[in-house]
């Protein structure tokens, strides 16, 4: 019955999408730390760590799609959901440092010693446990996503109007956690991280481990908005997404159906940064920027919203875009991302999943019908196939 229920929450594209994700997940690894470093087949450390921050980002991606793609709510505050993540994570990061800091405070951070704090604030406490930190990782984004879709939905505010409140709310953010006294390192944020777990966050090990981490998470997101999108509740989201107003006239609370959704979306983007910041090894208010919520939007769109997979790929390739094309044209990197989602918008408005899906649905289509086919042979031939034929001209 349970292996039932997790075909049909999977398409035949989902699948190989999360063979491919568990492939990575031992191949990569295997290639760092078994291969030995002089082998062609050898892949280096810091392009382990690479290619993980681009599955965080793909995880990222695959949470706004969620709700971009399927419910219709374009967030423009997503990089919040991802940073409070990344948060949650660089805290209990700086609790394990103890008194291997600067200082030598076994309790306080090296910046609350700097700034004269005299004692941890309350809302540090437990972040020395890592099951409290994972808890505050997903409750965090959850319940600021919460609150704030309460209210958004209950008041019935939609389109552009609620993509504005969503930029907002990350703004604010991002105006708070600069500020010296609310307890986040201000400005330089979280870094100089030390262990996870006991082990050394340079370790060559750990840096493979967090990658097949990042992949078996990217994965088990996959699968669940894969659930979510092919259930019941998923025929309403798009529903909701294409004629709310119908949808709400046959007796549904699209509120809560929202709600529900964004809600998940909020902790997946919780996830992805908890991944991302022992890879990268800092977490500071930048990542609160409104531009990096666009930017996330982007990805999407390349990739194709509504499709699950495309965002993935498109949240790749647009960051393997960005590595290659920052270290040689740095300063016309924006002005290319900029191009980049105009020509998508134009010429590629279902983005690359969605082209190539529609292309190949035709194909099909025209494979299995006879007419269709017949009258393509036709036109080869130069018979002009909307002319009666000579008995019907006869008549």
């Known amino acids: ?137 997903l409750l965090v984004p959850g319940v600021l996503a919460f609150a704030f879709g309460w209210f958004a939905f209950r008041s019935r505010v939609n389109g552009v109007y609620l993509s504005i409140i969503t930029q907002a709310m990350t703004y604010a953010l991002l105006l708070a956690f600069f500020r ?32 097949a981490a990042s992949a078996l998470f990217l994965a088990l997101g996959l699968f669940i908005a894969s659930a979510i999108v092919r259930s019941k509740t998923g025929k309403v989201l798009v529903g909701v997404r294409d004629a709310e107003s119908r949808v709400r006239f046959l007796g549904y609370r699209v509120e809560n159906y929202k709600l529900f959704t964004f809600v998940t979306s909020a902790m997946m983007a919780g996830v992805a940064g908890a991944l991302y910041v022992p890879q990268v090894g800092i977490i500071n208010p930048g990542e609160f920027a409104p531009a990096n919520s666009i930017e996330i939007v982007i990805w999407t769109a390349v990739g194709g919203r509504a499709t699950l997979i495309g965002p993935i790929i498109g949240a790749i390739l647009v960051n393997g875009g960005k590595t290659i094309f920052t270290g040689l044209f740095p300063a016309f990197w924006l002005f290319a991302l900029g ?36 009258k393509s042979v036709d036109v080869e031939a130069g018979i002009d196939t909307d002319l009666p034929a000579e008995g019907e001209a006869a008549r």
């Open 1 to 137: 019955m349970i292996t039932a229920y997790l075909l049909r929450s999977l398409d035949r594209k989902v699948l190989v999408a999360i063979c491919v994700l568990f492939v990575a997940a031992l191949l990569v690894p295997f290639l760092n730390l078994f291969i030995p470093a002089g082998s062609p087949f050898h892949l280096p450390t810091y392009l382990v760590s690479l290619f993980g921050k681009y599955l965080c980002y793909a995880l990222l991606a695959l949470s706004l799609d969620l709700v971009w793609g399927f419910c219709g709510i374009l967030s423009l505050g997503h990089g919040a959901f991802f940073a409070l993540g990344g948060y949650a994570m660089g805290m209990y990061l700086m609790r394990q440092i103890g008194s291997r800091g600067v200082y030598g405070d076994p309790v306080l951070p090296d910046f609350m010693v700097f700034l004269n704090w005299k004692e941890l604030p309350w809302f540090w406490h437990g972040f020395d446990m890592f099951w409290f930190a994972m808890l505050m990782v």
């Open 180 to 211: 010296n006294d609310m307890g986040f390192g201000g400005n330089n944020g979280l870094t100089d991280f030390k262990d996870i777990l006991g082990f050394s966050v340079q370790a060559d090990t750990t840096r493979a481990a967090l990658f």
């Open 339 to 374: 191009g980049l989602f105009v020509a998508t918008t134009l010429f590629l408005p279902k983005g690359i999943v969605g082209t190539l899906a529609g292309y190949f649905s035709k194909r099909r289509e025209k494979d299995d019908d006879p007419d269709a086919k017949k």
